[in-house]
T-cell receptor
Framework: SQTIHQWPATLVQPVGSPLSLECTVE??????LYWYRQAAGRGLQLLFY??????ISSEVPQNLSASRPQDRQFILSSKKLLLSDSGFYLC??????????FGPGTRLTVT | AQSVAQPEDQVNVAEGNPLTVKCTYS??????LFWYVQYPNRGLQFLLK??????LVKGSYGFEAEFNKSQTSFHLKKPSALVSDSALYFC????????????FGPGTRLSVLP
């Protein structure tokens, strides 16, 4: 069966510090991968999605970046965090054309 | 462009009563429609989807949704609400003509009162 992991589960970082959030998927090959941010327990904002290794599409210009170094690994990064980067970050995968499967999320607080 | 609207921020219903959470969508091609539920500090859990076929779709935990093409709606329903159904509900759409992006509605918070 397929599983999706995200870590860390929670993170508190000062403004200006770097960020690295990791997402890995098991039990499937060549999935589409997604990063979302959810602010204040409401709507999801799509940040990045990837249809293959090294292929990243950015939906919202900001100080975040994403990379896909391996087929089932998706990393969200920042060189310098802003207060506005606080939120709940969700990773998801899908088989093309079918439903998405979400990870447990990372709660990021920028202080 | 594709979009999803959930016109109600909050829905309150008494336990045992039927519930409806509304969703309308806009796409250029045929829609793939989804409902997810989110409990506090958790990822989204899949409830049901409509791709093609019967307009009435049955999903997890007794939920169902009806696809209405003329009204571009995909409302989520349950005949008898439980207190444990209290959560945040998201409707999502993927346009078959718009690549692999899923667009989510803003969410509706459901409170089931005992």
């Amino acid at each position: 069966s397929q599983t999706i992991h995200q870590w860390p589960a929670t993170l508190v970082q000062p403004v200006g510090s770097p960020l690295s959030l990791e997402c890995t998927v098991e039990g499937t090959s060549n999935p589409n991968l997604y990063w979302y941010r959810q602010a204040a327990g409401r709507g999801l904002q799509l940040l990045f999605y990837s249809v293959g290794i090294g292929q990243i599409s950015s939906e919202v210009p900001q100080n975040l970046s994403a990379s896909r170094p391996q087929d089932r690994q998706f990393i969200l990064s920042s060189k310098k965090l802003l207060l506005s980067d606080s939120g709940f970050y969700l990773c998801a995968w899908s088989v093309p054309g079918v439903r998405q499967y979400f990870g447990p999320g990372t709660r990021l607080t920028v202080t | 462009a594709q979009s999803v609207a959930q016109p109600e921020d909050q829905v309150n219903v008494a336990e045992g009563n039927p519930l409806t959470v509304k969703c309308t969508y806009s796409v250029s091609g045929n829609p793939y429609l989804f409902w997810y539920v989110q409990y506090p500090n958790r990822g989204l859990q899949f409830l049901l989807k409509y791709i093609t076929g019967d307009n009435l779709v049955k999903g997890s935990y007794g939920f169902e949704a009806e696809f209405n093409k003329s009204q571009t709606s995909f409302h989520l329903k349950k005949p008898s609400a439980l207190v444990s159904d209290s959560a945040l509900y998201f409707c999502a759409v993927r346009d078959e003509n718009y690549g692999q992006n899923f667009v989510f509605g803003p969410g509706t918070r459901l409170s089931v009162l005992p």
